[in-house]
């Protein structure tokens, strides 16, 4: 690459770091790329990390030493993510989204890429201190969400299938109880799609009562993997009791109102616990 301006390469190396969340990158990468001296370099990524923190970006770390280099974190600020979600938690109030048994109709919002994007990233944010190698969900309406989270942590994604496909291989797949209707149903996961003692991180855009992420939490006891953390894009506050203990959640559906149309969706707990 040519020889750039300071400005021109401060705007490069910005992208070049946004699009590789999560990775150690040696300074002679900079150096080599821009042609230029590592001490301008290390001042060009000062000025950076100065920005990322001061407009709540993100973390630029350092790390010293002959294998070190700089790795991005993105990260979005809780009252940042608080003011997004509530204005979320207002789409999410219209009556017409009303479906039979205490559902909502979420599809159109799950289809904005912008939301989708920010709502990935309050997930990446809020799991970054995490050791997780993979990011899985179950199909179908799980998807777009996990693959946002997993953008932000550079991390791959597990599908996890409802049915074995033939184009899946050998599979191996449990009976679990769905937590709405309390019907037995099936999922089914890829041997090649995950290594067994994988650390995982399990997304999901609803939760009612918690049986199918509780059968993905079974599913990945046969891979011996372990569950480093899950999130709920909504959860529903209409059940006495979550077969899932620990997970967060970034809305909460408290109120449907079949008669009356009326629907009351405010911030999850992720804004909530531990303060």
Do not use: C, W
């Given at each position: 690459?040519?020889?750039?301006?300071?400005?021109?390469?401060?705007?490069?190396?910005?992208?070049?770091?946004?699009?590789?969340?999560?990775?150690?990158?040696?300074?002679?990468?900079?150096?080599?790329?821009?042609?230029?001296?590592?001490?301008?370099?290390s001042e060009d990524l000062a000025i950076i990390k100065e920005v990322f923190e001061e407009e709540g970006l993100g973390d630029l770390q350092t790390l010293a030493g002959a294998a070190g280099g700089v790795k991005f974190i993105p990260k979005v600020s809780k009252a940042a993510s608080l003011q997004f979600i509530q204005g979320i938690c207002k789409q999410l109030e219209q009556p017409e989204r009303i479906l039979p048994g205490g559902y909502m109709y979420m599809s159109d919002?799950?289809?904005?890429?912008?939301?989708?994007?920010?709502?990935?990233?309050?997930?990446?944010?809020?799991?970054?201190?995490?050791?997780?190698?993979?990011?899985?969900?179950?199909?179908?309406?799980?998807?777009?969400?996990?693959?946002?989270?997993?953008?932000?942590?550079?991390?791959?994604?597990?599908?996890?299938?409802?049915?074995?496909?033939?184009?899946?291989?050998?599979?191996?797949?449990?009976?679990?109880?769905?937590?709405?209707?309390?019907?037995?149903?099936?999922?089914?996961?890829?041997?090649?799609?995950?290594?067994?003692?994988?650390?995982?991180?399990?997304?999901?855009?609803?939760?009612?009562?918690?049986?199918?992420?509780h059968g993905m939490m079974d599913l990945l006891k046969e891979f011996r993997a372990t569950v480093k953390g899950v999130g709920v894009f909504v959860e529903s506050g209409e059940v006495e009791e979550h077969l899932v203990e620990e997970y967060i959640s970034l809305a909460k559906l408290s109120g449907v109102d079949p008669k009356t149309k009326q629907i009351t969706v405010v911030p999850g707990n992720y804004f909530y616990d531990g303060e």
């Open positions: 690459m040519k020889k750039l301006k300071r400005s021109a390469r401060l705007v490069e190396m910005t992208q070049y770091l946004l699009f590789r969340p999560h990775t150690l990158i040696p300074l002679t990468t900079f150096a080599d790329r821009y042609n230029s001296a590592k001490s301008s370099i919002i799950m289809g904005q890429p912008f939301i989708l994007n920010e709502v990935g990233k309050m997930f990446a944010t809020a799991f970054s201190s995490k050791d997780i190698d993979v990011v899985m969900t179950v199909e179908t309406k799980g998807i777009p969400i996990a693959y946002a989270t997993a953008s932000f942590l550079n991390l791959p994604v597990v599908i996890v299938r409802r049915d074995n496909k033939v184009t899946e291989g050998s599979a191996v797949s449990i009976n679990y109880v769905s937590g709405s209707n309390k019907r037995i149903q099936t999922m089914s996961l890829s041997r090649r799609a995950l290594k067994e003692e994988s650390r995982v991180l399990i997304i999901d855009d609803f939760m009612r009562v918690g049986g199918t992420v």
